[in-house]
């Protein structure tokens, strides 16, 4: 569904790496938006990119951000210095769509999250696993009582690794904030809030098992509530991109397996179970480009219009942040960690 608004809405980037170029293509294509500007510390980098699309380019972001055209900001940059780039966006009543995590720690979520709800604008994480095709059919079939209720959930997500990845930035604790587990970690503990609710215990282990590094490069983990458990482990040393996705409940289960691209054809197997027999099938194909991106902007463009509520807001940034750091927490003490409300 795309929004019709009488003016677009005028969108800046902060951040013109691979998520800011991504973005970029999304908005400029995207029929009531406008991209008015782009901003990242390498101006080469910003005005490359920013010419492709007819848009400014400027160096630092408060020059972006207070811009009377500028209606939101899309923050696409390196994970420990997203959160005061919100803060000031906020402070200037833009609306804004930060990408994943909303900040390396819970605090700064929730300082994020507390500055949303004070400006009054549509805050959006950059949750955008929730939009791909199969997990959209999955949660609508889970949420239809397709599987009946809910008993655990399992996944497997992780890259195949490279050479030199130990240098990059994501392997840096002061730029990135954290390891796998904040990297991609975040999307799975998401979606097992999204299909089974608010969790009350975690337990689990963040180790560092091949790069030589200060953050780690495996996570495993195991989250309870009264209905469910998760478990789930992700790493960066798969030598193959994987991602499975499994919710069972008492009468079948959903598993979403591949995410296209380097990660396989995304397919849906839906089972409803037989008991004593083979389950009966069904399955769903989504092959093609990867459009979760495409159908995120359209989120947050219609929660702007007030079309629509926000799929994957502060709140969902913030417990996110509170599960890894617990996570975090249990790995260091031996023990599971209750979580608070």
Not at 122 to 130: A, C, D
Not at 197 to 221: H, P, R
Not at 270 to 282: D, I, Q, R, W
Request: with cysteine; hydrophobic share 45%; aromatic share 10%.
């Amino acid at each position: 569904m795309k929004i019709s608004l009488q003016k677009p809405l005028r969108v800046g980037i902060i951040g013109a790496g691979l998520i800011g170029a991504k973005r970029a293509k999304i908005i400029a294509g995207a029929p009531d938006a406008a991209l008015v500007a782009i901003a990242d510390p390498d101006l080469g980098r910003a005005k490359a990119l920013a010419e492709t699309y007819g848009a400014d380019a400027v160096a630092d972001w408060k020059e972006l951000v207070p811009r009377r055209d500028i209606d939101a900001v899309v923050v696409a940059v390196p994970n420990a210095f997203a959160a005061p780039i919100v803060l000031g966006a906020l402070g200037r009543k833009k609306h804004v769509l930060c990408e994943k995590p909303f900040g390396i720690t819970a605090a700064e979520s929730k300082k994020m999250f507390a500055a949303a709800a004070k400006a009054h604008r549509v805050v959006k994480v950059g949750l955008n696993h929730r939009f791909h095709a199969g997990i959209m059919k999955a949660h609508e079939i889970v949420q239809s009582g397709g599987i009946g209720k809910v008993l655990f959930i399992r996944s497997r997500y992780g890259h195949g690794g490279r050479k030199g990845m130990e240098k990059e930035w994501r392997f840096n604790k002061k730029i990135s904030g954290g390891g796998e587990l904040l990297d991609q970690g975040v999307h799975i503990i998401d979606l097992a809030r999204w299909f089974a609710g608010e969790f009350k215990e975690v337990y689990g282990l963040a180790q560092i098992k091949y790069w030589k590094a200060t953050v780690d490069d495996n996570a495993f983990a195991l989250m309870t509530n009264d209905r469910v458990t998760v478990s789930f482990h992700v790493s960066t040393t798969n030598w193959k991109n994987l991602f499975s996705f499994e919710v069972f409940g008492n009468k079948g289960y959903v598993q979403i397996e591949g995410k296209n691209g380097s990660y396989g054809e995304e397919v849906l197997t839906y089972g409803k179970t037989n008991l004593g027999f083979a389950p009966t099938l069904e399955v769903f194909r989504f092959g093609g480009q990867d459009e979760s991106w495409d159908r995120e902007w359209d989120n947050f463009a219609n929660a702007i219009a007030g079309k629509e509520k926000v799929n994957g807001g502060p709140l969902d940034g913030l417990r996110a942040n509170q599960i890894i750091e617990a996570i975090y927490a249990s790995s260091k003490k031996k023990r599971s960690i209750r979580l608070n409300g």
